[in-house]
């Protein structure tokens, strides 16, 4: 008989599972919350590689174990808000759900709100420069002529500023995004108010900082879907529109729902992706 083995490291934000083992994500239902999303299971990166000189300038390299390389890649910015009490640990079992599902995933830490040379325009600096450093993970099996772009929340906005100059990626997946920080920096929520935060000033101090950052103002990629819940609390349904981008509106969805590696709203995400990748 085959013998399996198991190698477990705990951690803060949940338990690390060795890469030998796939881990079951089971059906879950819509409307997860944040907590949900931070005690779910999650398997080691295989890379930590640096694209810049500082240190919160890298990004984590997960690669399939179920498919040969190359593999199609996602480059994956997480979301918090723009702030940097939130890094990409939330998202760890979202990224260990895509490559059990034979994807790739370049996922991108970087300087945010509160970091040194963080906020905007660092912020989206950095995300340019990961993007950049695709070249250097091809040695790893990683095909990086086929790749997309996609994003969380607030780097769900920051997916779609980097699809309008990346014509090379086969697309921009963006899911709860912010697609207009003008209209959304003038509410009164928390990721609302962090806007104008990351900026560094109100729309009406700083208007051409605002365009700038703006998807709303900007062409996107030809080939970007927005992918949106009914219940998000977070991201109002009215950010899911942008003219030249597809929307996909769910009902029953929150905001967490799209990074559960359980959830319908990932089986969506993934597949989107593999048609995009194919």
Not at 174 to 195: F, K, M, R
């Amino acid at each position: 008989m085959k013998n399996y083995y198991l190698i477990v490291a705990f951690f803060s934000s949940g338990i690390v599972f060795a890469a030998e083992n796939k881990i079951d994500y089971p059906g879950i239902g819509s409307d997860i919350g944040f907590e949900q999303i931070q005690a779910l299971k999650f398997s080691q990166e295989d890379q930590r590689l640096a694209y810049g000189d500082d240190p919160l300038q890298f990004g984590k390299l997960y690669l399939p174990k179920n498919s040969d390389s190359p593999h199609p890649l996602i480059v994956f910015i997480h979301g918090g808000c723009w702030l940097n009490s939130f890094d990409m640990s939330h998202a760890y079992a979202f990224l260990t759900g895509l490559a059990q599902e034979g994807l790739a995933v370049w996922s991108l830490e970087y300087r945010r709100t509160g970091d040194t040379g963080g906020g905007w325009p660092g912020t989206y600096e950095d995300i340019k420069a990961g993007i950049r450093y695709l070249s250097s993970l091809e040695s790893f099996g990683v095909d990086t002529e086929n790749f997309l772009i996609a994003g969380h929340s607030a780097g769900g906005h920051l997916s779609l500023l980097a699809g309008t100059e990346t014509p090379d990626a086969q697309g921009v997946i963006a899911l709860a995004p912010i697609t207009n920080i003008i209209s959304y920096s003038q509410g009164s929520g928390s990721c609302e108010v962090a806007a104008t935060q990351f900026i560094g000033s109100s729309y009406n101090q700083n208007p051409s900082a605002y365009r700038q950052a703006n998807p709303a103002e900007k062409t996107p990629h030809r080939n970007s879907i927005i992918f949106h819940g009914t219940l998000d609390a977070i991201v109002p349904i009215e950010q899911s529109r942008l003219t030249g981008a597809r929307t996909e509106l769910h009902e029953g969805v929150s905001h967490f729902d799209w990074i559960h590696p359980g959830s319908e709203a990932f089986t969506n995400v993934v597949k989107a992706a593999k048609e995009m990748l194919q």
